[in-house]
């Protein structure tokens, strides 16, 4: 006891130069860990919609109940019969429930007012397209419609994320690549990677059929 008493300042002496000895090389190892640069990589696409729905919306009122029926019916019959004239198959073709509003006010000018909805699901998204510029012949027919909206999807993004993703990690690479020789060192592997989110919008207001996929990838690169 009174030997390791007498020789304890020569073992604080090697404690401490071991401890120096590993902190010398865990921070040199952290330093390694910690070049690195963070860039971001773009991808753009410019891809067709594959799908169409097109809804086609009319408004009936009446006071009686008889000819409010008769009235939808004849309308749904018309619309039908105008996009299947114009191509399009009855599997296609959906009408909604109808969506009927009884107003009991004694001075309203309809008892019975509806709300009525037929729609297509298509992937004939050109004539979709078309055919929705061509409804003024349903007014010519007795239809008058409150809404005439599509709106074009596209539904296959997985066809196009592999390649869109390669081109982003690229371009962060080259990016990288960029600042490492500015910086007198080389670029090595990801560190660390953020895919980032597909966005998709419409390509322009005047062709909404086309969208444009756009994706940022956020990348950490490892620098020599």
Do not use: C
């Amino acid at each position: 006891m009174e030997k390791l008493k007498n020789n304890w300042p020569l073992l604080l002496s090697v404690a401490l130069v071991i401890f120096s000895i590993a902190f010398f090389f865990a921070a040199g190892n952290f330093s390694k860990q910690g070049s690195y640069v963070e860039v971001k990589g773009l991808s753009e696409k410019i891809i067709k919609s594959d799908t169409a729905i097109w809804s086609l919306s009319f408004d009936i009122k009446s006071n009686d109940v008889d000819s409010l029926y008769s009235d939808i019916e004849k309308n749904i019959v018309t619309i039908k019969k105008f996009l299947t004239d114009k191509g399009f198959e009855a599997s296609e073709i959906n009408v909604a429930p109808v969506n009927i509003y009884q107003d009991t006010y004694k001075d309203s000018a309809f008892r019975y007012n509806s709300t009525n909805q037929v729609s297509v699901y298509t992937k004939k998204v050109d004539l979709a397209k078309s055919a929705s510029n061509e409804t003024l012949l349903l007014v010519k027919n007795g239809v008058v419609l409150s809404q005439n909206h599509i709106s074009f999807e596209f539904s296959d993004l997985n066809s196009v994320k592999p390649e869109m993703l390669a081109e982003a990690i690229k371009n962060a690479r080259d990016t990288a690549s960029q600042f490492a020789k500015n910086a007198g060192t080389t670029v090595g592997g990801v560190n660390r990677g953020n895919q980032g989110v597909f966005d998709i919008v419409e390509k322009d207001p005047g062709s909404p059929e086309y969208k444009k996929i756009r994706l940022v990838s956020t990348l950490r690169f490892l620098l020599n």
